[in-house]
């Protein structure tokens, strides 16, 4: 019985399950007292409202069809996380699929909005556009020995300008948002295939919920059963030995990225084609959808799979961030909680250490009583 | 009553998944002297020993240290009672400094500011005592194997420890390391330090030790003064049948060219000198050319050029006739090189892999374990490593699923020895291939080379170890920075000449050749 009990806790994968449960806690907590800290008054009542997201609609109708938009935006924080984890395991930390992601809602607002192409089409595009970046910094990387993160955080600035000009002609006359998809091309809309119904009417919900997941669990066999994922694992896990059996550590650097950039640029895609939010060309940094990726990716474990969950649950928080009364709180508390949470996310793998050690030093102290 | 001992370990029982490492072990260990601890790879030592220090929790067992119970829960708690130990793979940053590594943990401070003049200076001073040679500044990543053991010994002397723990120090040193290391071991005992001292050779032991406990497959077999019995019967402790200690082969049966190297050259990495110099040599099919020489004369680079993991600055390789000096790592490999690399973590494993994806490694790709749709065929690697396993007698706790990580260190050299000589190369390069490898395995190992050289394979060894060089080789050949400087038959020779070419003090190819 209690040797069950220890090699449970030794579980690569459980450990790395509630190492996240803490931290979501603790993050939980470290929110709690901040909301305490600026108004005592609203505060639990503010970490509820957090958690529940859109189960505080008393109708199930009303409750699906806020589910429904946490989904909506779950899916492309799930590609975000995979971008990062897919990359991560190759040994590489790409900041960039911030960067790659607005890229990517670039070009396929492009095609849709000034092109009028179909929604595959402008997804393809938007997609060959985030593997370029990741090309350039994988080149830079593999030629110019260039830090894939110093390059990754550089095209994070030049996507967003170049995405601003970009779509400077396609916006409304009256406002600074590119033209709404619904009234210019519906044919770059995401197919519903009866999603929507599913969830009262959630006009959002598209194609983009179960390609995502399909996604996560393609990138899980990629790396897992494939040669190319055989390679990727082992040049993250040991970069001399992957050289020292010949693998060719310039190509899989460069196609690592480029499949990583793909990935964030189709997050951007599955979002920005549902029409649910127009973008702002005179934004003036990245959408946090790239960051939040890598707090994702982490969450998860650095699984494809527990991304699904982790992307889902930050996503929830997000939402959730938004019903914070605003009256006792300023409007930016929303984001301020839901990014403590989501940064205390990033911590998994340290909180995967420190719970190792008290585990062995636990043993070890039940080994002097014996 | 029991003072007599420095450490007592009373029944120590550990267990792995799959496999009791430590069973109902009792090692005594007497004040002052020198206790060595023999067994095949896997007996069993490295974990006794990591139990002494604090690094697992027995299952069973007590320790006891002058003859009070302790609890040594980690490292720290070792070292708080004067415990030291020499890991047989060892635990440096690879990114710091010597200096920076020895004083790691117990940093000199004055005035709240990190004081290394008077650790510098006490460093040198040991390094000197005990002929230690070291470049404090030196980064750690930067120097050969043999520094880095070093570095670690001059750990636990800096630090004053009184029971030594040595896990296979003697694998990565020169023989003139080793004689000068067991003269420092011995002075150690008479300033009243107690060793334990893990080696798999057999003269090793009988030259310092005054008592060894034989483990064999996780038991203690027993304990024997050394004074009182010889190499074979140790060995017959050890591996329960009798060993050859002498390769036997035929002459050889010598055929084309193979390997042919013509004004090879390769650059130090950190020095920018020449660590190769003009170099020129061939070896043929049917024979084994042993590259002999003290250890930092250019061998490891040497091998890099040929392996093609470190680029030549000049001078041509051919094998089989074809110019590889400039074919990538896996050209070289598909046309028939095989590679026993020096640093077996380094280079030579993928350690968090399982142990049939490192069976696979230099194969992976080929159409019997990778599918056209680029999948791998698990089956297949599984089998195929299941037979290497096998046939290499590879030990494990988890068969081809064990993560290569918690494998012995002999056991993990025979997986990477399995996977380049099953591969039926035309060239074999193995550098130190026995190294850390019991003597049961090394008779197997030096079997399996001569068979591949009688096959008509030819083979290329770079070993330090001089009995290989003198037993294995057809032909000799000393390096001595970065150069060529002799030519031996083996049969014709002996290890003092042999001495005094790799000392530089003798060259028979004066011109290169
Ligand atoms: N951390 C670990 N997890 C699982 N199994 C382990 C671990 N460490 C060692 N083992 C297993 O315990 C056995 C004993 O290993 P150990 O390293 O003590 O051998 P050893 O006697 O030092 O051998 P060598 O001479 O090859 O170094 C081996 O079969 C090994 O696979
Ligand atoms: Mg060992």
New interface residues.
């Given amino acids: 019985m209690e040797k069950t009990k220890r090699s449970l806790l030794k579980n690569q994968g459980f450990q790395s399950f509630i190492a996240s449960i803490i931290c979501i806690l603790l993050g939980l907590l470290i929110g709690y007292i901040v909301l305490l800290f600026i108004n005592a008054e609203g505060a639990t009542q503010a970490i509820l409202v957090i958690i529940k997201n859109f189960f505080k609609y008393p109708s199930a109708g009303a409750a699906m069809k806020y589910f429904g938009s946490t989904l909506v935006k779950a899916s492309p924080l799930l590609l975000c996380s995979l971008s990062v984890l897919f990359a991560y395991k190759a040994g590489l930390f790409n900041i960039g699929a911030a960067g790659q992601y607005c890229f990517g809602a670039g070009i396929c607002l492009y095609c849709a909005l000034s092109l009028r192409l179909p929604w595959f089409v402008c997804m393809v595009f938007a997609m060959l556009g985030g593997a370029l970046l990741g090309i350039i910094s994988g080149f830079l990387k593999s030629f110019c020995n260039v830090n894939e993160v110093i390059s990754g955080i550089m095209l994070n600035w030049i996507s967003l300008y170049t995405v601003n000009t970009l779509l400077a002609p396609v916006k409304e006359e009256t406002s600074h948002y590119t033209l709404n998809i619904y009234n210019v091309n519906t044919d770059a809309m995401l197919p519903k295939l009866g999603l929507d119904k599913l969830f009262t009417n959630n006009q959002y919900v598209t194609l983009a919920l179960p390609l995502s997941v399909i996604v996560a669990i393609v990138i899980w066999i990629i790396l897992e ?4 994922g ?1 390679e990727l ?2 040049t993250g ?2 970069k ?9 550590e310039r190509t899989n650097t460069i196609l690592t990225l480029a499949i990583s950039g793909a990935l964030a640029a189709m997050g951007a895609s599955l979002f920005y084609l549902t029409g649910y939010e127009q973008w702002s060309v005179t934004s003036s940094s990245v959408p946090a959808m790239g960051f939040n990726g890598i707090a994702a990716a982490f969450l998860g474990g650095l699984s494809p799979i527990g991304a699904i969950f982790s992307s889902f649950f930050i996503q929830h928080i997000t939402e959730g961030g938004a019903y914070v009364d605003k009256t006792k709180y300023c409007s930016q508390i929303s984001d301020l909680i839901s990014s403590i949470i989501i940064y205390l996310c990033g911590f998994v793998l340290f909180m995967k250490t420190f719970m190792n050690n008290m585990i ?2 636990s ?6 009583n ?1 | 009553m029991d003072i007599e001992y420095a450490v007592e370990m009373r029944n120590i029982t550990k267990e792995f998944p799959g496999i009791i490492a430590n069973d109902d072990i009792t090692l005594q260990l007497k004040k002052g002297e020198i206790h060595a601890l023999l067994g095949e790879n896997g007996a069993g030592k490295s974990t006794l020993m990591s139990v002494l220090f604090g690094l697992y929790k027995p299952e069973k067992g007590q320790i006891l240290m002058n003859g009070k119970e302790v609890n040594i829960k980690d490292p720290n708690d070792a070292n708080a009672l004067g415990i030291g130990m020499v890991h047989q793979h060892f635990k440096l940053v690879e990114c710091f400094t010597v200096l920076d590594n020895i004083i790691l943990g117990t940093e000199p401070v004055k005035n709240g500011f990190l004081n290394k003049k008077d650790a510098r200076s006490k460093i040198l001073e040991l390094s000197d005592r005990y002929s230690l040679k070291v470049d404090p500044d030196a980064i750690i990543d930067n120097i050969s194997v043999g520094m880095q053991q070093r570095t670690e010994i001059l750990k636990m002397l800096y630090r004053e420890n009184e029971v030594l723990i040595f896990d296979e120090p003697t694998a990565v040193l020169t023989p003139q390391e080793i004689d000068e290391l067991m003269g420092i071991m011995k002075n150690l005992s008479k300033e009243g330090k107690s060793i334990l001292f893990i080696s798999h050779k057999l003269n090793e032991i009988m030259a310092v030790a005054d008592r060894c406990t034989v483990l064999r497959k996780g038991k203690c077999i027993g304990t024997v003064d050394v004074a009182n019995t010889t190499k074979e019967e140790l060995s017959r402790m050890m591996v329960g049948r009798d060993v050859e200690f002498v390769v036997q082969k035929k002459d050889p049966d010598i055929g084309d060219t193979v390997l042919k190297v013509e004004h090879l050259c390769v650059a130090d990495r950190h020095k920018g000198l020449k660590a190769v110099n003009d170099v020129s040599f061939e070896v043929r099919k049917g024979e084994i050319v042993c590259i002999a020489g003290i250890d930092g004369n250019g061998q490891s680079e040497l091998a890099y050029g040929l392996s093609g993991l470190e680029k030549t600055t000049g001078g041509k390789i051919f094998l089989n006739g074809r110019d590889i000096t400039h074919e990538s790592i896996r050209e070289r490999s598909i046309g028939g090189l095989s590679h026993i690399p020096e640093d077996r973590h380094k280079h030579g494993l993928v350690l968090d892999y399982p142990l049939d994806y490192n069976m696979v490694l230099q194969r992976y790709f080929e159409k019997e374990f990778t599918g056209k749709n680029g999948f791998l065929k698990k089956k297949n690697i599984q089998k195929y490593a299941s037979r290497l396993i096998e046939e290499y007698d590879v030990r494990t706790g988890q068969g081809t699923e064990t993560i290569t990580r918690s494998m012995s260190g002999g056991n993990q050299q025979k997986a990477i020895i399995a996977r380049e000589v099953d591969r039926d190369p035309s060239l074999l390069l193995a550098v130190q291939p026995t190294r850390g490898l019991d003597v049961g395995a090394i008779e197997s190992i030096h079997k399996r080379i001569v068979e591949l050289r009688d096959s008509g394979k030819a083979v290329l060894l770079i070993s330090l170890e001089m009995d290989e060089v003198m037993s294995l080789s057809d032909r000799i050949l000393v390096m001595y920075e970065g150069q060529l400087v002799g030519e031996l038959d083996p049969k014709k020779t002996t290890p003092e000449e042999l001495g005094l070419y790799m000392s530089g003090a003798k060259n028979n190819l004066k011109e290169g050749a």
């Fill in positions: 059963k494939t040669k190319l055989f694992r082992a896990l040991n001399n030995a992957a050289r020292y059996c010949g693998m060719a062995r030093k043993e070890l102290k039940k080994g002097g014996e």
